[in-house]
């Protein structure tokens, strides 16, 4: 195997940490540009974080530092992000000034400057793109759902129907080519920075790949920061001994995928030409309830703590989404290795050594006072 010189944006975080790690491991010189992250990191460099890579500590939207990074780079991991669909909708200008600014300034300086090298770039993408997700109704067939609307949540009424009949319906896999209908600034900002990386690389012939990824879970997920994935915020709650706190009837479901089949997506997809300008789903295949989350993090953590289902609603929120992963399969040959309960108890192992801050309520406030709650 080839050897490169690689560039991972955000190489601090959780699945550009593991990623980080895997490309040392096979040989490759790797430098990490990330701006720790106050939120995540509080500023300073994690314990994790590996020695052998070189490390700048910078922001994607620092044009100079960055074109500096990109000097002799082969391979790009854009994984540099503001994450977290809720607080997208109130910190708009941040959320458009790194997810598409930062993206802007790495295809700029790829594109105009004289000497750069960049021969593939690989990005990690995200399900929130896709919004709400796929139906079959027994009369009229398989059909991508719109969200529902206010007036229908308010009445605790949770299902989707068909659009054409009224019939009740019942989700399936979602496909890459299903229609996009963001919910979110995270994901409008999302999808124009898969729509921008394929355009440039198509018109510059420098391949590109986008795996959009469904829930990713593992170790070094931050558990004190409010706005990250529904299973490090279970934890951080349960290890505080509160209720997992849970919206509608708790049978809405998901799709979880362990950081570590990601990784190995994310190597498979730089080594492999036939996956080149393509978008592909990263995910188990399989629904989750968030119920069955809550209910198997307070098992694994040995809590006898019940989830608190609400039966209220988040504006924008999905009924159910989860991924027909058939083109990982069978473009990168790629198969998801890690069990839910495996994939949990890892996470939750992990978890035991961190310490879990409760600002859970504060976040929730502040999105009460944007009227996003």
Not at 14 to 42: A, M, P, R
Request: aromatic share 8%; net charge positive.
């Amino acid at each position: 195997m080839k050897k490169y010189k690689i560039l991972v944006t955000g190489g601090a975080g959780f699945i550009g940490s593991f990623l980080v790690d895997k490309l040392i491991q096979l040989g490759h010189s790797v430098t990490i540009f990330d701006n720790l992250e106050y939120q995540v990191h509080q500023g300073k460099k994690p314990q994790y974080l590996n020695p052998k890579a070189e490390f700048i500590k910078a922001d994607v939207r620092h044009y100079d530092k960055l074109k500096k990074a990109l000097k002799n780079v082969e391979i790009v991991f854009h994984e540099a992000a503001a994450v977290g669909v809720a607080q997208s909708n109130y910190e708009i200008k941040r959320y458009v000034d790194v997810n598409i600014g930062g993206t802007a300034n790495l295809l700029d300086m790829i594109v105009n400057h004289p000497g750069m090298r960049v021969k593939k770039i690989i990005i990690t993408s995200s399900m929130t793109i896709y919004s709400e997700g796929c139906y079959a109704c027994p009369k009229c067939g398989i059909f991508k759902a719109e969200l529902r609307p206010p007036e229908q949540l308010k009445t605790k009424n949770w299902q989707i129907t068909c659009p054409q009949c009224q019939s009740k319906t019942k989700p399936v896999p979602i496909k890459e080519t299903a229609l996009s209908s963001r919910s979110s600034i995270y994901a409008l900002t999302k999808k124009f920075q898969d729509e921008l990386i394929l355009l440039i690389a198509k018109m510059y012939q420098i391949p590109a790949v986008i795996l959009r990824c469904f829930n990713v879970y593992g170790p070094r997920q931050s558990i004190s920061n409010p706005y990250t994935g529904v299973t490090a915020i279970f934890i951080s709650r349960l290890k505080n001994d509160q209720q997992p706190v849970i919206y509608e009837d708790g049978l809405q479901t998901r799709d979880f995928i362990s950081v570590h089949d990601v990784v190995n997506a994310l190597i498979l997809a730089m080594n492999s030409k036939e996956v080149n300008y393509q978008i592909i789903n990263i995910a188990s295949g399989k629904s989750t309830t968030i119920k069955k989350i809550a209910l198997i993090t307070a098992k694994l953590m040995n809590k006898k703590i019940k989830p608190k289902i609400t039966h209220t609603f988040r504006k924008n929120d999905i009924r159910h989404c989860f991924a027909d992963n058939t083109k990982a399969k069978k473009l990168l040959n790629w198969q998801p290795k890690i069990s839910l309960n495996r994939g949990m108890k890892e996470l939750i192992d992990w978890s035991q050594t961190q310490t879990a801050l409760d600002n859970f309520q504060q976040a929730e406030k502040k999105l009460l006072q944007k009227k996003l709650l």
